[in-house]
């Protein structure tokens, strides 16, 4: 069995509605895998699950062998050595942030409460901070609390929602850079969900996609963007142009070559500056628009264009 073993978990909230179906993963100690998919996919109900904070309706889930317990079956829902991290952080308002990280050890005695805030206010580099309330920080400082808060009670297994959505782009890498190189630091097994791409890329080096409760495909980014399951994970990493008379066949942006003189004639109707290329939305002559990116930015508003791409690149895809 794995050190974190999830087994065939269902939960609804209503009759014959599944919000998780039949989920399984098994992750490795210090393992860092990003859960993706987009809102309302079930991400947030199955990390409580996980937590032992919400009840499943069947499957299991073991921590080094030990089951946890749904919170119908406990006096006290969840466990010290799984902590979720919500994405509005929930610190205490009126707590200052060495309050807010200390507040899980209140049973523990003082000189190793001390000691492991101590610690923790170094770790995630928040020293300067420790008198200060929540409101008087940034969004990422902020969620750096909630983040130390969580290893407070040293636990195995750290579960993140969304934890970079509130944050700026700026923010977003460095904090992910600052945790990455932290977690392993620790060799703790982290879950965190996501419905940005970018996150999950950056932080792990494995991706799990969710779509409507089920695991759709598991593996490193570039088996699943060179293979993807189907055609919700394809699009998790870009746009999909489908290609005319080929049902589900599909060309992405990044691989379709523009010409001046050869190829599927189409016209420019929009042009969108981006860092790496100019974004053409074309229209094509059966009035199909594709997205197709102009790395030369040579092509305007209302000029023709030819398109070309290699067939071996055509993705096909069920739904
Ligand atoms: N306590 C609840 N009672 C009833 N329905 C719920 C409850 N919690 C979640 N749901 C429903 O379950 C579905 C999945 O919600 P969930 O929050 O797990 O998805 P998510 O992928 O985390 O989405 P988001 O990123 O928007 O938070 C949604 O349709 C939601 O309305």
């Known amino acids: 069995m794995a050190f974190f073993e999830i087994q065939s978990i269902q939960k609804s909230f209503q009759p014959g509605q599944h919000v998780v179906s039949n989920f399984s993963i098994s ?38 062998g030990t089951r946890i317990q749904n919170p119908k079956e406990k006096l006290v829902p969840g466990y010290d050595e799984i902590q979720l991290v919500y994405q509005d952080y929930h610190l205490y308002p009126s707590s200052t942030v060495e309050e807010n990280i200390s507040r899980p050890l209140l049973q523990y ?13 170094k770790l995630l580099d928040l020293e ?19 983040i130390a808060r969580a290893l407070s009670l040293e636990p195995s297994v750290l579960l993140l929602d969304e934890p970079f959505s509130s944050l700026d782009g700026i923010q977003r890498r460095e904090l992910i850079a600052e945790l990455k190189d932290m977690f392993g630091n620790l060799g703790v097994t982290v879950l965190f969900v996501t419905h940005d791409l970018d996150d999950a890329l950056q932080m792990a080096p494995e991706l799990v996609i969710i779509q409507k409760g089920k695991l759709i495909q598991r593996g490193r980014p570039e088996e699943i963007f060179a293979k993807p399951k189907n ?14 008379e080929k049902n589900k066949t599909y060309v992405r942006p990044a691989d379709v070559q523009l010409f001046k003189t050869s190829g599927m004639p189409a016209k420019v109707v929009d042009k ?23 790395k030369r930015r040579i092509f305007d508003t209302g000029e ?12 096909i895809l069920l739904g």
Not at 112 to 119: P, T
């Open 109 to 121: 005695d003082k000189a190793y409460k001390a000691r492991r805030v101590k610690e923790l206010l």
């Open 272 to 294: 969108q500056y981006l860092i790496h290329y100019n974004q053409l939305t074309v229209a094509l002559q059966g009035g199909e628009k594709w997205l197709v990116e102009d």
């Open 27 to 64: 992750l490795q100690k210090g393992q860092i895998t990003a859960l993706v998919g987009e809102s309302g996919s079930g991400k947030s109900t199955l990390l409580r699950i996980l937590a032992g904070l919400e009840n499943r309706d069947s499957g299991e889930v073991f921590l080094e």
């Open 128 to 146: 300067a901070f420790r008198d200060k309330l929540p409101r008087h920080l940034s969004g990422g400082q902020q969620q750096k609390v909630a």
């Open 231 to 244: 055609l919700y994970a394809a699009k998790l990493f870009s746009h999909l142009n489908p290609v005319p």
């Open 304 to 315: 023709r264009v030819f398109l070309k791409w290699e067939e071996a690149l055509e993705l």
